[in-house]
């Protein structure tokens, strides 16, 4: 049996680099710590520069923990983070109605950004566990 690969290594790297906002964090699941990052800039830099190291076991475990299916983890938090005002990544996942509005009011005021960077993973597998019972 093959095992689920949710989550990339490579995008959460990428995502690294910007981790001393938490961005990493909130990728693989974590947006207590993800949050905790952002407003101490990584835990004062330390943080970030563990999180290096935390990268391969903080995949593994967000690639057991969320549902794989048809919604790309990897693409929907690309959007998100570098276009989520415009909701592009609502739109992505079939949220039409609600990536119109992102888009019209600029991620409803910031506050639905900050909402699904808190939220991602749970709609994604939400989504892709709906589509494998049909």
């Known amino acids: 049996m093959q095992e689920p690969d949710t989550h990339s290594k490579f995008f959460g ?9 938490g961005a990493h964090r909130f990728y693989y ?3 207590i710590t993800g949050t905790v ?6 835990l004062f830099l330390v943080g970030w520069i563990v999180d290096l190291f935390l990268i391969p076991s903080m995949d593994e475990e967000a690639d057991y923990r969320f549902v794989e299916g048809p919604v790309s983890y990897n693409i929907s ?6 276009t989520g005002l415009l909701g592009l990544h609502r739109m992505y996942m079939g949220k039409w109605i609600t990536g119109i509005l992102y888009l019209l009011t600029g991620g409803l005021f910031l506050v639905g950004v900050l909402y699904d960077f808190w939220t991602l993973n749970t709609q994604i597998s939400e989504r892709n566990h709906g589509s494998l019972l049909h």
């Open 37 to 42: 990052w952002f407003f101490t800039l990584g």
């Open 29 to 31: 699941g974590k947006p």
């Open 77 to 82: 938090w690309l959007l998100l983070t570098f």
């Open 13 to 21: 790297y990428l995502l690294w680099i910007f981790g001393f906002l």
